[in-house]
């Protein structure tokens, strides 16, 4: 089956911007609430932020204000654009659904590490 896959993690400075994407196979991106989830060495993966089918957004207290959540109807895609990161943004980041994603549909993830 078509799993959910990242791109556009890096290495970025305390500070930075970065925008990850994800396309979304094509017969969940209209059905489900969708979310970006993270999981940072030694923790939980922890869902970070949501939305839903209507276009409505959720985050996580401790980005509230920093990232945002979107998705492009034409293409299936969504994307996470993250401002003002800490070192504790860094983690591994996963699209799936939210809040709990779909078995078999992981992707590999895509890196995000914020260091000077």
């Known amino acids: 089956q078509v799993q959910f896959a990242e791109t556009g993690g890096g290495l970025v400075q305390p500070g930075g911007s970065l925008r990850v994407s994800c396309s979304v196979p094509r017969n969940i991106f209209r059905s489900y609430t969708l979310g970006w989830h993270r999981e940072a060495p030694g923790k939980q993966r922890e869902l970070v932020a949501s939305i839903t089918t209507s276009g409505s957004t959720g985050y996580r207290e401790s980005v509230k204000g920093r990232f945002t959540i979107s998705k492009d109807y034409a293409n299936n895609t969504m994307y996470l654009q993250m401002n003002d990161l800490n070192p504790e943004d860094t983690a591994v980041y996963y699209c799936?659904?939210?809040?709990?994603?779909?078995?078999?549909?992981w992707g590999q993830g895509t890196q995000v590490t914020v260091s000077s």
């Open positions: 799936n659904r939210a809040p709990r994603g779909l078995s078999g549909y």
